[in-house]
């Protein structure tokens, strides 16, 4: 089965600095890489995905994750944050021609210092 | 579409009380998930539906929790009797092609207080 592990469970970060957060997944077989962001009592949203092709993934605000197949990592990066970044970010698995079934890791909140 | 809707928002209920979690899918759909978040569990799958059919239960936490989907529309949690330890914010979220890489669309969520 699969897992997901976000190494960091908070993130301070300096405005206009850059961010990495870590994610690292588990898997016996191909799979689908995702991130989802939650702003403060709602509900979570696609920032971007992996499925095939180009290992470099640009996705909305600004964000990009690189998939990294041999170190099983799919970190997520921003050159330059904002302090409308701020928000939990999570990182999704699912096993491709498997089943349907995503799974997340335990989420990394992220924090803009003015 | 008017997204996932999720009902009630906030419920706030006495230990032992029974509580239903709606939630109506994005017309199209095919696939429901529910999922709990605490904060010191993170975002838990509990179970998911294809074509109204449950696939995979084995994140329920225990029989005092069940699932129902009798409807490609319509969808709920229940838990009965209820537990302080059940508060949290359960999420649900559908999708058109879970199985090929597609985006989940969630719910704003229903916080559960179990006093």
């Known amino acids: 089965a699969q897992s997901v592990t976000q190494l960091d469970s908070q993130v301070p970060v300096f405005e206009e600095a850059p961010v990495e957060l870590r994610c690292n997944y588990s898997?016996?077989?191909?799979?689908?890489l995702f991130w989802y962001v939650q702003y403060p009592n709602q509900g979570l949203q696609l920032l971007l995905k992996y499925l095939s092709g180009s290992t470099l993934v640009k996705g909305i605000n600004g964000f990009e994750a690189e998939f990294n197949k041999s170190q099983t990592s799919f970190h997520l990066r921003k050159p330059s944050v904002h302090i409308s970044d701020t928000a939990e970010y999570f990182c999704a698995v699912s096993e491709r021609n498997r089943d349907d079934k995503i799974i997340f890791g335990k989420g990394t909140r992220l924090h803009i210092l003015p | 579409d008017a997204g996932v809707i999720q009902s009630p928002r906030h419920e706030v209920t006495e230990m032992g009380q029974e509580v239903t979690l709606r939630c109506k899918p994005i017309s199209g759909h095919n696939s429901l998930f529910w999922y709990r978040q605490t904060m010191m569990r993170g975002l838990e799958l509990l179970i998911y539906?294809?074509?109204?059919?449950?696939?995979?239960d084995s994140g329920m936490p225990e029989d005092r929790f069940s699932a129902k989907m009798p409807n490609a529309s319509f969808s709920t949690l229940k838990i009965q009797p209820s537990e302080p330890r059940d508060s949290a914010v359960y999420f649900c979220?559908?999708?058109?092609?879970?199985?090929?890489?597609?985006?989940?669309?969630f719910g704003e969520g229903s916080r559960l207080t179990v006093l």
């Open positions: 898997s016996s077989v191909s799979v689908y």
């Open positions: 979220a559908s999708s058109s092609l879970a199985g090929r890489g597609g985006e989940l669309f």
């Open positions: 539906f294809n074509n109204n059919v449950p696939i995979d």
